[in-house]
């Protein structure tokens, strides 16, 4: 949050959700946790998130979030330039009973979606998602 201006040396941005849109900057923050537990996460929030392969990340909105909503066709539709979409993904929520922190995948591209509430969209990223977050989402999807 301090490299987006949203948190200094005198606040702490409190971000409680896993979306953070900057209009300012035109760019869509996702915070991402693959692994994620029951205890932890409630079922409204057990979104599908997971490494396809070393390229396409599948990821699915709120689900307050519908194909209709101008978030939705923010994520679906705009293909401007200056739009970004920015990945940062961790293994589980804690390790060590410590929060883990989040890797920066990189700026993500539309490829596909389906559904609504919540929307599940495949994005390409810009660079290879590291094998770490590939194995885990290979785990997670497979048990």
């Not at 070393?54 to 293909?79: A, C, H, K, M």
């Not at 389906?114 to 048990?143: A, F, T, Y």
Request: proline share 5%; net charge neutral; hydrophobic share 30%.
């Amino acid at each position: 949050m301090v490299a987006f201006g949203k948190t200094t040396q005198d606040y702490v941005y409190p971000m409680r959700e896993g979306v953070l849109y900057l209009e300012e900057k035109h760019s869509d923050l996702f915070f991402i946790t693959i692994n994620k537990n029951e205890e932890d996460y409630l079922p409204s929030t057990m979104y599908n998130d997971y490494a396809k392969n070393s390229e396409l990340f599948n990821w699915e909105s709120q689900s307050t979030t519908g194909v209709n909503t101008p978030t939705g066709q923010r994520y679906i539709n705009d293909r401007s330039p200056g739009h970004k979409v920015l990945l940062f993904a961790r293994e589980s929520r804690q390790q060590y009973s410590h929060a883990q922190p989040y890797i920066f995948l990189g700026n993500a591209r539309y490829v596909s979606h389906k559904g609504s509430n919540p929307i599940q969209i495949v994005w390409k990223m810009d660079h290879e998602i590291p094998e770490r977050i590939i194995r885990q989402s290979n785990l997670r999807v497979v048990n």
